[in-house]
């Protein structure tokens, strides 16, 4: 970790972990025929995230802008006392990246790196929920209603942060804050004096003296002045109040064709602080034809309210994205590397979606211990909370949607750009018009008593279950064009980007003896839907499509082992072992972006690899 004669920069850490505490209390009980069950629970979550040894990006753009002074002395540039008469930046150590370790002295090192910084998250949860379910008395042909009801109270608080502003935001080598110095420079790492992208005359925030520096490389490719670490200081809080209820009607029965014929009725009211009033509702039906052969669908209209990160969780960071509006010629377009806030969005409101499920569950009599089922789904989800992308955005913003064009800030420079460059992109989350879900789900189970090798009764059980998708659909908001003209932004087809996934458990068990083997698949995918593998630099799909040499990563397959001992002597004591991942598969990796604890899950399948748990489970 820290610096060595051989390694002035020495190594980096990120250290992140998490302290969870949950309390609850409840209490059971009888009111007539009614059972009632009420609880309150208090939970905290903190994560804490430590930083070592990890490089500045504020300094580092100003240590690299080495000149000599009139002493012939390498300084750096933004000291010189034209530019720093008040000696802000009198101990600013210049560097040289050029020759790696052998040109970077010690004390340069120590400028250009924070030996530590701390950072923490904090969620907390109160809750109180209390519910009754019984007989309604109501007696129909087929059976008496049944029914329950309830209401909740939920709180959340969120805070997160750095007790340290200078872990944070740009500052110079005594801990004053830029932003304290220059003005305009709150949310954005280090800025030359002419602006990132070179403008005429200084602007605010801008540090006198340093020169232009390529757009993206601004010190604000980050939101933190620490590279790879972002822990914006954000807090915020919601509470939502909800009443329920839910009846469970025999409507049917010991008819011909109908062996059964349940309806499954239930309703919920929500108000969420920030967000509304909204209802949700279910209905479901349940078919027995016969002891073979069941039939079930639902309808339901289901909701998604923003959590807290949703709503207050934005950060900093580089977004890239090319600009393709009419202003320039026809097949060019302008490639930008820029900062912007991606994430919370305080003004979102709760996704709504209609569900509809179809299928059947097949019992055969002439093969006992069998069952199949298959089911047929359709999710539409309204409003749907998610971020649209740099790309998408500029995009959309050139085809017309002034609501969209808020979120891409230009400046006034149109010596390349007849618009302006574009300085920042903001990627928040957003309420999209539609995301549209259509699929199957099937599953095959079978259980059989058997003799292979005695010693107690021994059984064996088989379960695959899966799913496969047939339609992910993505589509933006309708874009509001100048005059109020509205259209439909271009649907985005997500469908190869989406992998299908299987399980399959086999189950023996022998007496007290059980053991389990878990084989767990997640199917191959395209890494990007704008992606077409060429190998050649020729583009023969959708507009905007690159050529890659190769646009997949395949499936994956992992397999768990569990042995159970089910002790004869002590009654309820069970012992067992697991081996996740026993065969210590290496998943599939493809191209991910960074975020806030390093890079993203750019993987399918299990990141940790093989590990062992023994344990033990006792039931009084």
């Not at 009801?149 to 007790?163: E, H, I, L, Y």
């Not at 994205?321 to 060019?332: E, K, V």
Request: with cysteine; aromatic share 10%; proline share 6%.
């Amino acid at each position: 970790m820290p610096s060595l004669p051989t390694d002035a920069g020495g190594g980096s850490k990120l250290d992140t972990g998490n302290k969870l505490a949950s309390y609850t209390a409840g209490l059971t009980t009888k009111v007539g025929d009614w059972k009632v069950d009420a609880y309150v629970q208090h939970g905290r979550n903190d994560q804490l995230y430590d930083a070592y040894n990890v490089p500045r990006v504020d300094r580092l753009q100003v240590a690299m802008d080495a000149v000599r002074d009139p002493q012939g002395k390498i300084v750096c540039r933004a000291s010189l006392p034209q530019f720093d008469p008040n000696g802000y930046w009198k101990d600013c150590i210049p560097v040289n990246l050029f020759g790696g370790n052998e040109t970077l002295s010690a004390q340069g090192a120590a400028y250009i790196h924070q030996g530590y910084k701390h950072a923490y998250a904090t969620v907390r949860q109160d809750l109180f929920e209390v519910t009754g379910s019984g007989r309604l008395g109501i007696g129909l042909p087929a059976g008496d209603i049944s029914a329950a009801v309830g209401a909740n109270w939920r709180r959340d608080k969120f805070d997160q942060g750095t007790p340290n502003p200078a872990d944070e935001f740009p500052a110079l080598a005594d801990g004053r804050l830029l932003r304290d110095i220059y003005p305009g420079n709150d949310t954005r790492g280090i800025i030359p004096q002419y602006g990132c992208t070179a403008q005429a005359t200084p602007v605010a925030g801008g540090v006198p003296g340093l020169r232009f520096a390529a757009g993206g490389f601004c010190g604000a490719s980050n939101s933190s002045s620490l590279l790879f670490s972002s822990q914006r200081f954000i807090e915020g809080r919601d509470s939502v109040k909800e009443a329920f209820t839910e009846f469970q009607v025999p409507t049917l029965a010991k008819l011909p064709m109908v062996e059964r014929l349940d309806t499954n009725l239930a309703v919920r009211w929500a108000d969420y602080e920030g967000a509304g009033q909204i209802w949700a509702w279910k209905v479901g039906l349940n078919w027995e034809v016969n002891d073979q052969l069941r039939v079930r669908a639902t309808r339901s209209r289901d909701v998604r309210a923003p959590n807290l990160r949703d709503r207050f969780d934005s950060t900093l960071g580089g977004i890239n994205a090319t600009d393709r509006n009419s202003r320039l010629p026809p097949g060019t377009g302008i490639p930008y590397s820029v900062i912007g806030f991606s994430g919370g969005n305080p003004d979102l409101k709760p996704e709504k979606a209609d569900t509809t499920t179809a299928g059947i569950v097949f019992q055969p009599a002439f093969l006992e211990g069998f069952q199949a089922s298959l089911d047929w789904y359709e999710v539409v989800i309204k409003g749907a909370i998610a971020q649209l992308g740099g790309q998408n955005i500029v995009d959309q913003c050139n085809a017309g949607d002034l609501a969209i064009c808020q979120y891409v800030i230009r400046n006034t420079n149109t010596v390349q750009n007849p618009l302006g460059e574009i300085v920042q992109i903001n990627n928040f989350f957003l309420n999209l018009n539609k995301e549209i879900y259509r699929g199957f789900d099937a599953e095959l189970g079978y259980r059989k008593s058997l003799t292979l090798f005695g010693g107690g009764p021994e059984s064996i059980s088989v379960r695959v279950f899966g799913t496969h998708y047939t339609t992910v659909l993505q589509q933006p908001p309708t874009l509001l064009g100048a005059g109020g003209v509205q259209t439909r932004g271009a649907t985005i087809n997500n469908l190869s980007t989406t992998p299908d996934a299987a399980t399959a458990i086999l189950g023996y068990r022998n007496g007290p003896l059980s053991v389990t083997i878990v084989e767990r698949y997640t199917g191959g995918r395209k890494i990007n839907r704008l992606f077409e593998e060429s190998t050649v630099r020729a583009v023969s799909g959708a507009p905007f499509t690159s050529t890659v040499d190769d646009n997949s990563v395949g499936g994956v397959y992992t397999t768990d082992l569990t042995v159970g001992y089910q002790a004869p002597q002590v009654e309820g004591l069970r012992v067992y072992s697991t081996i996740t991942n026993l065969f210590d598969k290496v998943p599939p990796i493809f191209p991910t972006q960074g975020g806030r604890t390093g890079f993203g899950n750019g993987v399918l399948g299990d990141v940790l690899g093989r590990r062992y748990v023994v344990g033990a489970e006792y039931k009084f």
